[in-house]
């Protein structure tokens, strides 16, 4: 099967996730307990749209936390490829509505030195999908936005994906190019993923 029809199939599976803010609560709470984020001290989490797991609720609270929380948005590199910026969110009302309707800083505040972070800086990074599979697979919309920021993440960051466990696909298609997550975290389990040895 290819990536266009996986896409389709896991599209329809997460805009009929039932309950999607108490089982987007649990696989958030999953996020937490687990050891490597708490030892985190720079976490990107991304902020849903659609029919993605929820996140809005638990950035907001971790933001009282001790951790510096991270959040992309869409912009271009010097020579105008699509890439992920990444800003320093330090209160909700930073963000407004951006490309696709996801909350991001306001493009005027885009290049402010205080508010920018490195890849490298990432000790975590919380990875949406549309499909994932059982060994890390990944499956995302296809603008390869995620490709490129994962690229530049240090070895030793943990890579993890939540969705919902209707996302889960026995075999994503996966081309030499993409990432294997390090872990992959539902409602129901976390699943170890080849991590980016599989690649």
């Not at 599209?11 to 009929?16: L, P």
């Not at 010097?78 to 800083?105: T, Y």
């Not at 993409?178 to 690649?199: L, S």
Request: charged fraction near 25%; charge should be neutral; glycine fraction near 8%.
């Amino acid at each position: 099967m290819n990536k266009a029809d996986q896409r389709q199939i896991a599209y329809a599976a997460r805009n009929a996730q039932a309950d999607k803010d108490a089982v987007s609560a649990e696989i958030c709470r999953r996020v937490l307990e687990q050891p490597w984020y708490q030892a985190a001290r720079t976490v990107m989490w991304y902020l849903h749209c659609r029919s993605e797991v929820r996140t809005l609720p638990t950035v907001a609270a971790e933001l009282a936390g001790g951790k510096r929380i991270v959040v992309p948005y869409c912009t271009v590199d010097a020579e105008g490829q699509k890439q992920l910026g990444l800003w320093h969110l330090q209160a909700i009302d930073e963000l407004q509505p951006g490309m696709w309707n996801i909350l991001e800083p306001p493009g005027e505040r885009w290049l402010e030195p205080a508010k920018q972070v490195r890849a490298k800086d990432l000790d975590v990074v919380i990875v949406p999908g549309v499909a994932f599979d059982r060994h890390g697979g990944r499956l995302g919309n296809g603008a390869g936005y995620y490709d490129r920021l994962l690229q530049n993440v240090r070895p030793d960051a943990v890579l993890a994906a939540v969705c919902y466990e209707a996302q889960l696909l026995p075999q994503v298609a996966m081309e030499r190019h993409d990432i294997y997550m390090d872990r992959v975290i539902t409602e129901q389990a976390i699943y170890p993923g080849k991590g980016r040895a599989g690649c």
